[in-house]
């Protein structure tokens, strides 16, 4: 389904920003919290490996994308402007120079700060001899057991190669036991192994001592090789495509389709090829040429290859004073007295805010649901949930104990299948209800719904409980994702909420929702509408005003109406954490229009949508970007907030906390390009305000807040 817009406009780059290149953007701006002094030294770490993973999926799904386009030699342009080819070109440009200040980064700055501190990683130059002989015993009981060196020739062609896996390169000079002088192998380095390895203290000399899995493999690879000169060894890693291909009008079965799908992932076409700075000519071009890449798919690192392997580091070491303060997520004051979750929103409705607040509330629900004999049934989506959820084993348990349980699983939610397809299995096996939605519309909606027995005004009947949200039912991700949450019974939400399942568990034409916004049928359309109607207000001399906090703004024609908002008068403030396609502060066109990005110790995640509305003030929350996607290809709900205490939380909380931001909140200019926003007076930083307002947590930076902001 296509906007208006989308079908009568030319694609133009003086409206639009590349999609990839703003992504690219914003990863600079995780990079940026790696080196910001203000941040502990272990989470800086932290930040250079969130990185890493990000660039890893941009290239195994955007870049991907690109040379897809590429190889089937499209040249239509970008909503940008742009030709794949120029896009290509500009994304590797701009992905090189990322990766290379991630690299100086880290060993110029991270790595000597964490050597002061007594943390070490040891290269192979330092080590002493007692190091050496306890790392040779190390590689010979632990490592070598694991390892399957491949010599190339006609009978041992190059291995398949697994997305994103450690492996080396090594060349040789001789010839083996049979005779064969190939002069060069391959060593998968197995992914049991841990890529980093703590040395005794005693060893070390430092509190905490390393090396490197990549740094034992070079020093003894050699071992592997018996009577052959080692000439050079060199780690590489291919990343490949990780997209997978449903047809969804062949598919008959989409779980059997997609089980058999998910073991190509690993061995999908190549996308990028990343050696350690000292490998050969000879050596890259050879790698380049086994995984059909161009030389500009070539990416040398100064250090180890895969840095996500890093992320454990800060686990593996105990100095609270190198890491964010440890908070207790803090309870809505309705819940903190009163034992009874359903008694509690009975009494009014209850909004979360992670994960400043807990997600314990969420889980109870469920927890007493499963027990509860007045209970008879429960519905749930399911996205993203992880493979131990508590909140699953809820569900299991009160579908063994004969309750109705029907969970809408997404098979397709990107790099979650296998866990949803496993949890799908053992839902089944109890006997609860398992669908997937719609074939060709993911379900990223996020309904949870419980139907209890009551007695309501002296007669008996069911009353439902519903929880709706901005995140993913994922405990471990409420901790670091700030997200709304909103439990309720109230009836028109309610009933709005049953009609939603309905659709997706049943047939039947979509029914006219009471106050649920939802894609793909009316959420686009009335988000246009409530932007249009801020527009009639302005042109009235009323005031128009459009606050707006989300993941992704690229849909062209929300962001041309946005233009026109501006062009009438409107203010429009944006808080688009990661990537934007619209251009601010362009006269005559946005003027009116402010862009601003929010990079923190928390992923920002909720998405709010408020509109002055005359003055009435309509505040939404939902699961949905203002994406192309999530209008038009996906199951979402938009949910209002009604009741005035809890939306003048939501504003308060989620968008002027964040609009007063100047420290770690980004301004982006009319040519894409991001700039700290900075004070001399004062440091405010919303996540540590929210931290101070709802749990207590003092931070060094934010205990002389300036007045009125706590």
């Known amino acids: 389904m296509n906007s208006p817009v989308t079908q009568a406009r030319p694609a133009s780059p003086e409206r639009f920003l590349n999609r990839e290149l703003s992504l690219l953007a914003f990863n600079r701006r995780v990079l940026a919290q790696a080196a910001d002094p203000n941040v502990p030294l272990l989470e800086r770490l932290r930040f250079i490996c969130i990185v890493s993973s990000n660039m890893d999926e941009f290239f195994e799904v955007r870049v991907a994308g690109i040379k897809e386009q590429l190889k089937l030699g499209s040249a239509l342009p970008g909503n940008d402007g742009l030709l794949p080819q120029e896009a290509f070109r500009r994304i590797g440009v701009l992905a090189h120079s990322i990766i290379a200040e991630q690299y100086a980064l880290l060993n110029d700055v991270i790595l000597p700060a964490l050597a002061t501190e007594g943390i070490e990683f040891l290269r192979r130059a330092q080590w002493t001899p007692e190091q050496q002989e306890w790392i040779h015993a190390y590689f010979l009981n632990e490592v070598m057991p694991l390892l399957t060196p491949i010599g190339l020739d006609p009978s041992h062609p190059f291995p398949r190669v697994l997305n994103k896996s450690l492996n080396f390169a090594v060349e040789l000079d001789g010839n083996d036991a049979f005779g064969r002088s190939s002069g060069a192998a391959i060593v998968q380095a197995p992914r049991a192994l841990p890529r980093v390895i703590q040395l005794p203290r005693e060893l070390t000399g430092v509190d905490y001592g390393f090396v490197f899995l990549s740094s034992v493999l070079h020093q003894h690879v050699g071992e592997l090789f018996t009577g052959m000169d080692v000439l050079g060894c060199y780690q590489f890693r291919v990343t490949r495509n990780s997209d997978l291909f449903v047809d969804d009008e062949e598919v008959k079965n989409l779980r059997t389709a997609l089980q058999g799908e998910l073991p190509q992932r690993h061995f999908g076409d190549a996308v990028r090829l990343e050696v350690a700075d000292n490998c050969s000519a000879i050596m890259a071009n050879f790698l380049l040429q086994q995984f059909g890449l161009s030389p500009e798919d070539l990416y040398r690192a100064p250090g180890i290859v895969n840095l996500v392997r890093l992320m454990s580091v800060p686990d593996l070491i105990d100095r609270p004073d190198l890491q964010y303060r440890p908070f207790q997520p803090a309870l809505p004051k309705v819940l903190t007295k009163r034992f009874d979750i359903f008694d509690s929103i009975q009494k009014q409705d209850i909004l979360l805010h992670h994960p400043f607040q807990s997600f314990a509330p969420v889980i109870q629900l469920l927890e007493q649901a499963a027990d509860d004999p007045q209970v008879v049934a429960i519905k749930m989506t399911v996205y993203r949930t992880g493979t131990d959820s508590v909140l699953m084993e809820h569900l299991l348990r009160a579908a063994q104990k004969g309750k109705e349980v029907t969970v809408v699983v997404e098979l397709m939610a990107r790099f979650d299948e296998e866990a949803n397809l496993s949890i799908a299995a053992r839902l089944e096996e109890v006997g609860a209800h398992v669908v997937y939605g719609v074939v060709g519309y993911k379900t990223h909606a996020k309904m949870l719904m419980v139907l209890r027995r009551e007695v309501i005004n002296k007669r008996s009947g069911f009353r439902r409980y519903v ?21 309720t019974c109230n009836d028109e939400i309610s009933d709005d909420v049953n009609e939603v399942f309905k659709q997706l568990t049943g047939l039947g034409k979509a029914r006219k929702l009471k106050h649920l916004w939802q894609a793909p049928f009316t959420l686009h359309a009335n988000m246009v509408a409530a932007i249009r109607q801020e527009i009639e207000n302005a042109k009235a001399g009323r005031k128009g005003r459009i606050i707006a906090k989300m993941n992704s703004l690229l849909e062209r024609q929300i962001i041309e109406t946005l233009y026109e908002a501006s062009s009438a008068g409107v203010e429009i403030d944006l808080l ?12 005559g066109m946005s003027e009116n229009i402010k862009v601003r990005s929010v990079v923190g110790r928390f992923l920002e995640h909720h998405r709010i949508f408020y509109f002055h509305a005359d003055g009435e003030e309509k505040v939404y929350l939902s699961s949905a970007d203002w ?84």
């Open 467 to 487: 929880h709706l949200g901005t995140g993913n039912y994922h405990p471990r991700t409420t901790r670091f994702y700030t997200d709304f949450g909103l439990l």
């Open 576 to 587: 688009v954490r990661g990537v934007c396609a619209l251009r601010p502060g362009v006269p």
């Open 627 to 710: 994406m192309e996607r999530n209008f038009f290809r996906r199951i979402e709900v938009c949910f209002p907030i009604l009741d005035p205490r809890l939306k003048r939380r939501v504003i308060k909380e989620g968008l002027r906390t964040y609009l007063s931001d100047n420290a770690q909140a980004w301004e982006m200019d009319s040519n894409g390009e991001y700039n700290v926003r900075s004070s001399r007076r004062s440091r405010t930083v919303a996540q540590e305000i929210l931290l101070a307002d709802l749990t207590g947590l003092i931070t060094e930076s934010n205990d002389t807040l300036p007045e009125g902001n706590s």
